[in-house]
């Protein structure tokens, strides 16, 4: 079992840069790949990126590539996604992820794990 929970969300202008956290607790944390979905109200949660085990490879959703990075530090069993360059469209409520496998993924279904999320909204 892992335990995950956001931390970082909040209100910054169109332009800004915002970084996310997930902390984890439970076992075996860095044989997990990871990720970050996002949801806005009425919709389904989409793909923003992921990560491998060991720290690679990393995809990330066409909207947010070169403006998006996921990192992780499996020492201190966490990871992170640094935003840059925010747009309002990327205001939704963002979620992290983890699945039992070491290959990352891009469908929300092959997830196990999820946080509860954490608002992020970007003024225009």
């Known amino acids: 079992q892992v335990y995950l929970l956001e931390s970082g969300g909040g209100l910054v202008q169109a332009g800004q840069s915002l970084t996310l956290s997930c902390a984890a607790s439970g076992r075996s944390f860095n044989t997990h790949a990871l990720g970050w979905f996002r949801q806005v109200p009425g919709k389904g949660r989409t793909f923003v990126g992921t990560?491998?085990?060991?720290?690679?490879?990393?995809y990330y959703a066409d909207s947010v590539k070169g403006r998006f990075t996921i990192t992780r530090d499996d020492t201190l069993n966490r990871f992170s996604l640094q935003m840059t360059d925010l747009k309002p469209e990327d205001t939704a409520t963002y979620y992290c992820?983890?699945?039992?496998?070491?290959?990352?993924?891009?469908?929300?279904?092959?997830?196990?794990?999820w946080g509860r999320g954490t608002q992020v909204t970007v003024s225009s």
């Open positions: 992820a983890a699945r039992r496998a070491s290959t990352p993924g891009v469908r929300s279904e092959l997830f196990d794990y």
């Open positions: 990560i491998g085990m060991y720290g690679a490879p990393t």
